[in-house]
T-cell receptor, first 113, second 113 residues
């Protein structure tokens, strides 16, 4: 069975400050991990993924995520937040043998000017 | 341009009506999915398909049905809409490789009066 947890419903950060959105997972084998962003009244948009290799993954719009196998985490980070980053962020995990991802409940990121 | 489309974007109908939500993708993806999402909330998988003539129910019990007669088209039908069906419906697709990410449509926001 696979599961993912996003422990924070909401993250508040000031513009220009670094941001972190947390994600932990549980999967039987080596995980495929994904981050998506959703703006109001839109579908989800892919940001980045970890499949294998380097633990630090770089994605769209300056976002990056660090895969930590020992802590089973895949936190999303950005060095300097923008007001336009304010959105709903979803972490997802997939067992390599499955085509059905499990999504977290989502974290609302609010970046204050 | 490769993309995934959903129509209508917004729909308000009365109880008991039959409706079909359309989803089409131009990427030739074999896998397609339907999710139900209340505003700002988590995603619930209601149907998925691994290819033509393949459809499966997801985790969330749903009174909807789907069909996959063509690779690019994955419509969702509600035979008799009820107020409890009021929600946002997201369509997604994924390509052949197991490590691929999902591509999401813009969603259909359904209101049943």
């Amino acid at each position: 069975a696979q599961s993912v947890a996003q422990p924070e419903d909401q993250v508040n950060v000031a513009e220009g400050n670094p941001l972190t959105v947390k994600c932990t997972y549980s999967v039987s084998g080596n995980p495929y991990l994904f981050w998506y962003v959703q703006y109001p009244n839109r579908g989800l948009q892919f940001l980045l993924k970890y499949i294998t290799g380097d633990n630090l993954v770089k994605g769209s719009y300056g976002f990056e995520a660090e895969f930590n196998k020992s802590q089973t985490s895949f936190h999303l980070k950005k060095p300097s937040a923008l007001v336009s980053d304010s959105a709903l962020y979803f972490c997802a995990v997939r067992d390599p043998g499955s085509y059905i991802p499990t999504f977290g409940r989502g974290t609302s990121l609010i970046v204050h000017p | 341009e490769a993309d995934i489309y959903q129509t209508p974007r917004y729909l308000v109908i009365g109880t008991g009506k039959k409706i079909t939500l359309e989803c089409s993708q131009t990427m030739g993806h074999d896998k397609m999915y339907w999710y139900q999402q209340d505003p700002g909330m988590e995603l619930h998988l209601i149907h998925y398909s691994y290819g033509v003539n393949s459809t499966e129910k997801g985790d969330l019990s749903s009174e909807s049905t789907v069909s996959r007669i063509r690779t690019e088209h994955f419509p969702l039908t509600l035979e008799s809409a009820r107020p409890s069906h009021t929600s946002q419906y997201l369509c997604a697709s994924m390509g052949l490789a197991v490590y691929n990410e999902q591509f999401f449509g813009p969603g259909t926001r359904l209101t049943v009066l």
